[in-house]
């Protein structure tokens, strides 16, 4: 049976992966394209419903990213979204011009609650607006169906051709009634059936990795991180034996994490696999001796991490199946996707270790987001402490100790984060922060403790709010959680006389405290 599917047509909007993410939350399969994808491909796709995202061009400008007439005459529900709402005008012979006034942020918008994509909608209701264009005069066929008090044109349509367009962003959750609209137009004008189901998902998966893997071998290297660890299950569940996984502990993973991969993955663990864990600990820390500058770390981490899998796989011989967590935002990010331009080293294995004898690689996620990854995980019995992990750089902590990286000093960051942690999660904050841990700065102070001289390093905390990890603030931890996590961190961790928690945003200052 062929998978119905929705697809965003990318032009270089800030929020297309959302766009896709709030498709799939209507249980209907969404894939990115780039907006130079040939009208012939799209066709051949034949979806049942096209989404035109934002972008930062103006569409009557030179050179702007544009679209075929024919993409509006292809039969198939379009909806233009902001800067695909005004190229869709432009393209069919509308008007759009500099706005008087431009809208950004928190808009009441009125609708017109008989339009099909405002459906259950309140009249007026809350959107997120970010335009400096506006659409002066609508296209012929189209009529209005929604404004506000600066934008005559927040929607309009041509029911007889199914053409969509809205101003504002619905992918945004700040638009209130965003999440209905979109599914609106996915189930009221694409008529989806919304087959898109996350058990289904296993299921399927599993049935077409063993058709795929036969009786070959499968190696899969694990790093414990979330996406790594759904794809060995997956694979594990599909395969069981003829899979091994390779768990390179380097020394840098946060406090007991290594051995609580081993546990699930272990011998002692849930699933039968076969699981090997180098602890190569030493060989990280030898090498990473002396290097300070944070580029060079990356560079020397993930070599050696491969260097290690290489020797592992080496051992085992020959295999048929290398198995990759590659998530759909990897994909896009790789260029390969949507128009984002960012090309990204995501590899869970620290890149393609092209010397292991191997004859093709799946990459079982690579159609999920990272929310999608976390349902299949648990979903296949994964423990949820290793499914609702944050975010952890490949490189680990070695990129979380400013400046050189030794065994003191990892030891330090570890015992500093685990208490970090638990005292974050004790004050219930650990669901409404998005990513929070502590690095060594290599800053060392003088101090006093039990009326001695010391003179010892100082942790910064770092504790941020974001939606997308592409921009983020602080998080504004309330006094006390703060002051008790800094008695613990000097009282209990040797070393440490001075905790600063960092209070900069996302730009100009990045997550991670490299
Ligand atoms: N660049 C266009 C404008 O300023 C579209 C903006 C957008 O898509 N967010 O109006």
Redesign the pocket.
């Known amino acids: 049976m062929k998978r119905e599917k929705i697809i965003v047509i990318d032009f270089g ?1 800030q929020y297309n992966q959302l766009v896709a993410r709030r498709v799939r939350e209507c249980n209907v399969y969404c894939e990115i394209y780039s907006y130079r994808t040939d009208l012939q491909k799209i066709r051949e796709m034949n979806p049942k419903g096209i989404i035109l995202t ?5 569409c009557y400008e030179e050179g702007a990213a544009t679209c075929d007439k024919e993409l509006f005459e292809l039969g198939i529900p379009v909806l233009g979204l ?2 695909g709402a ?1 190229l869709m005008t432009q393209v069919l012979g509308g008007k759009v011009s500099k706005a008087p006034v431009r809208e950004y942020g928190k808009i009441e918008v009125t609708v017109d609650p008989t339009c099909k994509l405002f459906s259950d909608v309140p009249e007026k209701t809350i959107c997120w607006m ?5 659409i002066e005069t609508i296209a012929p066929g189209f009529t209005r169906v929604a404004w506000t008090d600066h934008c005559p044109v927040a929607a309009a349509l041509n029911s007889e051709k199914n053409l969509y367009l809205i101003q504002f ?1 619905p992918e945004v959750l700040h638009t209130v009634e965003g999440t209905r609209m979109i599914s609106n137009f996915v189930y009221h004008v694409c008529n989806c059936a919304g087959d898109w189901k996350m058990d289904a998902f296993v299921e399927n998966s599993v049935q077409a990795l063993r058709e795929k893997v036969g009786g070959g071998r499968v190696l899969c290297a694990l790093s414990g991180g979330v996406d790594s660890s759904v794809a060995a299950v997956l694979l594990s569940k599909a395969v069981g034996d003829q899979l091994t996984c390779v768990f390179v502990d380097h020394g840098l993973l946060r406090k007991n994490e290594g051995d609580e991969v081993e546990a699930v993955f272990g011998p002692e663990g849930n699933y039968d696999l076969n699981f090997i864990r180098v602890n190569a600990q030493e060989r990280f820390y030898q090498k990473l001796a002396g290097v300070s500058e944070p580029e060079r770390k990356r560079k020397i981490i993930g070599e050696e991490f491969i260097r290690v899998f290489e020797e592992e796989a080496k051992k085992i011989g020959a295999v048929d199946f290398l198995v990759q967590g590659t998530i759909y935002p990897d994909v896009v990010e790789s260029g390969l996707g949507g128009e984002s331009a960012v090309i990204k080293s995501h590899h869970n294995v620290g890149g393609l270790p092209d010397y292991v004898d191997f004859k093709e690689i799946i990459e079982p996620l690579r159609d999920l987001f990272k929310d999608e990854v976390r349902k299949v995980g648990l979903e296949l019995g994964i423990p949820g402490n290793l499914v609702y992990r944050q975010p952890f750089p490949g490189p680990g902590l070695g990129i979380r100790i400013i400046g050189e990286v030794t065994a003191e000093k990892v030891r330090i960051v570890q015992d500093a984060d685990a208490i970090y942690r638990e005292e974050i999660a004790k004050a219930g904050l650990d669901k409404e922060i998005n990513q929070y841990f502590a690095a060594l700065t290599n800053m060392r102070s003088v101090g006093v403790m039990g009326d001695e001289r010391t003179y010892d390093y100082a942790v910064a905390l770092r504790a941020v709010k974001t939606i997308d990890f592409m921009t983020a603030e602080a998080a504004e931890i309330p006094y006390d959680v703060l002051t008790r996590v800094m008695n613990r961190i000097i009282n209990e961790v040797r070393g440490v006389n001075r905790v600063l928690y960092d209070v900069s945003s996302k730009p100009p200052g990045t997550i991670e405290f490299e």
């Open positions: 909007g934002g972008g930062p061009n103006s902001c800067y005004q970010s335009h400096n264009d506006y962003h």
